[in-house]
């Protein structure tokens, strides 16, 4: 099984590409919470890193895993240049759980969040033909259950990024929000968001557009799958405008298959 926590596309990607490669199954983080899966032999964990570490988001719902504790477990880190603590911090919470994790790498795809600084996450496309060597290599180390660990050590510039006031600082910068203005109620952002964090609400005010609005519920993780995936440019970062041609989604990925179960 690959378990994968995606907010555009990028670990959805490669987790499918394992599972291909493997035979194995896909699942998002969050139902995969829901099953047992102690019976699984191998078990895959592809998540990004953010601020040099795991998403909170993964970093919460991990321990609910149910594993199988004699099973081949490996991390996959897509990031936009450095992992950071991403994988060594899922490890330690694994070990807790009495399960030891063989096989760890990191991958480099476009930055999303670089659409919070005013870059264009189009723009860094050219990585997948550079790193196509490394998901090769990657897919044939899984398949042949090989145990390594790299770029799995504890990180200084992830502990720093993890202070309280850097991480207030983070919260200010990536949480996104919503712009009623623009917002139609289409819904797209409630499917996409991985955390189920987002619901139609009822407008105070309606208007011709729509009598609902998006509103973003307490638990946001910053993937920013809502910001990249809203079709009216609704969801903004920081009172920046939210420009379409700097929306991102894996080439690969559809929106639709962002979409969680209802």
Known sequence: MVIYFSGTGNSLAIARAIA???KDQVLPLVEAVRQDLSKEKRI???????DFNAPPAVRNLVPRLKLNPQAYVFIIIPCGAQAGNSSWTVRKLLQQK???VAYIHKIRVPDN????????PNDQKWKFERFSKRLETILSDIRAERRAHHY??????AWIMGTERMQQWMIRTFRPSVNAEKCIGCGICTRVCPMRNIALTDRET???RSAEVAAIGPHCT??????HACPQQAIETGNNPTLKERQ???PQIKTTDLFLRK
Not at 113 to 120: C, D, E, M, P
């Open 113 to 120: 969040s670089a659409i919070v600084f005013g870059r264009n």
């Open 20 to 22: 291909e490669a493997t």
């Open 44 to 50: 895959g964990l592809v998540y990004p890193s953010y």
């Open 206 to 208: 309606p208007n011709d």
């Open 98 to 100: 009495g399960i030891e």
């Open 248 to 250: 991102y989604r894996h």
């Open 152 to 157: 799995s050590w504890w990180s200084p510039l």
């Open 222 to 227: 910053a993937c920013l799958a809502c910001l």
